[in-house]
């Protein structure tokens, strides 16, 4: 095999395969990136066995072939090449890589040991705007149960219907909901279409799609979820099991709210974290009538108190909650102003806007 192709080409496309060689596997070959040639195509291919990644592009094709190469060595020469032509061709056992008068030759793998793995064709695709599911994920990867022993809060919920889309992530303690339109002129879906996606494919997924201004393809196929790109395919295996049914946790609105500005309330929750420790974690909030202050105690540390501005029409309330929790939903949102609604100290609070939900439990103070 042997191709020219220019350095940043050859940097990107491996960039977008690296994900699934990452982690140190029990097997050599798949922490190896597999390329194939086809007419005047490249094929970069990488994979653990749940998530793969496909990615195709244009080059000069000298010498048909394929070859499987160790992906932290071959990333990492590319990496320190100057920005020009890289040549990269087969001999033997080896790979050579040459440009200008830069030269390396590396040990290859055994290309046979490979997966089989092609590329997903010929099947129903539901189209999505790439923004939009990059601002569903933001808004809800961050309630994902990394350490839960409950295996199916370890990813998130994918609902899709005939007209929305709509994503959900627990850990038990919060829960983010986020529902949008599907961009019109879809295939029709009879039924509802759900699955589980971890988070480590939620990971790599958020970097394929970010900045992304094409539409993106999804697609369901027996035990696989998968993303078409132009010029790139994400596939893995979803979570099997089933998720809560979150919408019996999710209580109807009321009227007992408190409105405050997002990035005020973020500051003195971060201050008021600042004395917070593993054995003392929670916040105390005092709620009465257009009235908030955020207050926190921790033995042998010390004490913090701070009134915030803000909007309270509910009755007088002692409630308190992981500040952690709070802050990492008010930095994923842009809102100049948020409102929560409460139901009294031992039940959870609920941010609502338009097309999402966050509701989090409180703690005991």
């Not at 080896?94 to 040990?107: A, Q």
């Not at 699955?195 to 027996?222: G, H, Q, R």
């Not at 913090?304 to 409630?319: K, M, Q, S």
């Amino acid at each position: 095999m042997k191709f020219i192709i220019n350095k940043e080409v050859l940097l990107d496309n491996l960039q977008k395969v690296l994900g699934p060689t990452a982690s140190k596997q029990n097997f050599p070959i798949l922490n190896s990136v597999l390329i194939t040639t086809s007419d005047n195509k490249l094929k970069f291919i990488a994979t653990d066995l749940d998530i793969t990644i496909i990615a195709l592009q244009e080059a000069d094709i000298v010498e048909k072939g394929k070859i499987a190469i160790p992906m932290k060595r071959f990333i990492s020469i590319i990496r320190e090449l100057p920005s020009s032509e890289v040549t990269v061709e087969t001999a033997k056992n080896n790979l050579l890589i040459k440009c200008g008068k830069i030269e390396f030759k590396i040990n290859t793998l055994n290309a046979a040991e490979f997966p089989q793995i092609e590329e997903e064709k010929d099947v129903s695709l539901i189209r999505i705007n790439p923004l939009v599911l990059e601002e569903m994920i933001r808004m809800t990867s961050f309630c994902v149960g990394y350490e839960d022993v409950n295996y199916v809060l370890n990813g998130i919920l994918f609902d899709i219907s005939e007209d929305t889309i709509s994503l959900i992530a627990t850990d038990g303690k919060r829960l983010s909901f986020i529902k949008k339109q599907s961009p019109p002129n879809q295939p029709e879906i009879k039924t509802k279409i759900s699955f589980i996606l971890p988070i480590k494919a939620i990971n790599e997924l958020y970097k394929l799609i970010k900045e992304k201004e094409e539409d993106i393809f999804l697609f369901v196929k027996e035990n696989r979820v998968g993303f078409d790109f132009k010029n790139t395919q994400f596939i893995t295996r979803p979570i099997e099991g089933e998720f809560p049914n979150y919408l019996q946790y999710i209580p109807n609105e009321t009227k007992d709210k408190l409105a405050v500005s997002r990035q005020d309330f973020s500051l003195a929750l971060r201050r008021a974290d600042l004395l917070s420790t593993q054995d003392y974690q929670g916040v105390k909030f005092e709620l009465k009538k257009d009235s908030l202050v955020v207050s926190k105690s921790t033995p042998q540390l010390g004490e913090a108190r701070e009134v915030v501005e803000a909007r309270y029409t509910g009755p007088n309330l002692e409630i308190g909650f992981n500040p952690n929790y709070l802050i990492d939903a008010l930095k994923n949102l842009t809102d100049a102003e948020v409102s929560f609604e409460f139901f009294g100290a031992d039940k959870p609070a609920v941010l609502r806007k338009e097309g999402f939900i966050y509701l989090i439990l409180p703690m005991k103070i």
